[in-house]
């Protein structure tokens, strides 16, 4: 649900928090599953609709309403194997147990909701990451969000992560078909998606060639740290293409999808260009800048107040 744009600041501020409320709630998954496929959080790495596209969500022809314990049988789980190629930490997932489905508030060890708790737990996460500001920011596409939280981490199941050990096949990147996969070859050493990179760092005005992807990201982390309109775009665009070339390479594995690299990098920009034509920014010289850009509307352009 969008915040609406009418809200007074202090609403707008809490519900900017829902995503923290929601990463304290768990599902113990029980027998008489009530928890929801995709919405619930019932797996580590968090609710299955942030790990997916709409497009894979709609293409695995499971409802938005599908419960969990649909998937049960004989006491283990059978998922769709395309589910599970898709996240692989399904595969670490206990057998369903005999207890009832139990909601769970994280911070707490009983796992009812307790405020001292909660602000315990929260403490040592205020211990700012400094590429903090680069995954969670108000530009970046909420869907794209979280891949590239895992990227930074560099926690994406490539080949060479161990999950992915017991998949069978070639250790190739499949992009390029020239060297093994690694998160670091990915992002943007990979002679496929290093030309898209070149050329988003030309259009939004910087230059980061030649580092790894761990260099890269404390670069960013120390040059993009002001809230600039044009530092947010470069975060919008830098989340978007790595969810962009995630999702592309995953087509390419689990349903032998390929995509040429002008396909993805016009994705990218619409994506871009849908997100900015959603908000409302200050009039600058950068702002009339990117209407230029990236082609758009003036309502872009928040205008003046009117005078009283
Ligand atoms: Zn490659």
């Given at each position: 649900m969008n915040i609406p744009q009418a809200s007074s600041s202090n609403w707008k501020k809490l519900m900017q928090l829902r995503g923290v409320a929601r990463s304290m709630i768990r599902t113990r998954v029980?027998?008489?599953?009530?928890?929801?496929f995709w919405d619930n959080n019932w797996l580590q790495g968090g609710p299955l609709t942030f790990r997916a596209t709409p497009g894979f969500i709609r293409d695995s022809?499971?409802?938005?309403?599908?419960?969990?314990?649909?998937?049960?049988?004989n006491n283990n789980w059978e998922f769709p194997i395309e589910i599970t190629q898709q996240?692989?930490?399904?595969?670490l997932l206990d057998p369903p147990c005999n207890t009832p489905d139990k909601v769970e508030w994280i911070p707490s060890p009983t796992g009812i909701f307790s405020l001292t708790n909660t602000v315990a737990w929260l403490a040592p996460r205020?211990?700012?990451?400094?590429?903090n500001h680069l995954v969670w920011n108000?530009?970046?596409i909420p869907r794209c969000k979280f891949s590239f939280w895992l990227a930074v981490q560099r926690r994406?199941?490539?080949?060479?992560r161990r999950c992915m050990?017991?998949?069978?096949?070639?250790?190739?990147?499949?992009?390029?078909?020239?060297v093994d996969e690694l998160h670091d070859h990915?992002?943007?050493?990979?002679s496929f998606t290093r030309p898209i990179w070149s050329f988003l760092q030309l259009k939004c005005r910087f230059r980061a060639s030649n580092l790894s992807w761990e260099e890269f990201v404390n670069w960013a982390s120390n040059h993009w740290r002001g809230r600039t309109l044009q530092n947010s775009v470069k975060k919008l665009v830098i989340s978007t293409i790595v969810n962009r070339i995630w999702t592309k390479r995953n087509e390419r594995i689990f349903r032998q999808k390929r995509c040429s690299q002008s396909r993805i990098l016009k994705q990218t920009m619409e994506m871009v260009k849908q997100r900015l034509q959603s908000m409302r920014v200050k009039d600058s010289i950068t702002a009339r800048r990117l209407v230029l850009e990236w082609d758009l509307?003036?309502?872009f352009i928040r205008p003046p107040p009117e005078p009283d």
């Open positions: 029980g027998c008489d599953s009530q928890t929801f022809h499971i409802p938005a309403e599908q419960r969990l314990f649909a998937f049960s049988s996240f692989p930490d399904l595969l205020h211990q700012p990451r400094p590429w108000s530009f970046s994406l199941p490539t080949k060479d050990q017991s998949f069978p096949g070639s250790k190739l990147c499949l992009l390029c078909q020239s990915l992002f943007f050493s990979c509307p003036q309502s």
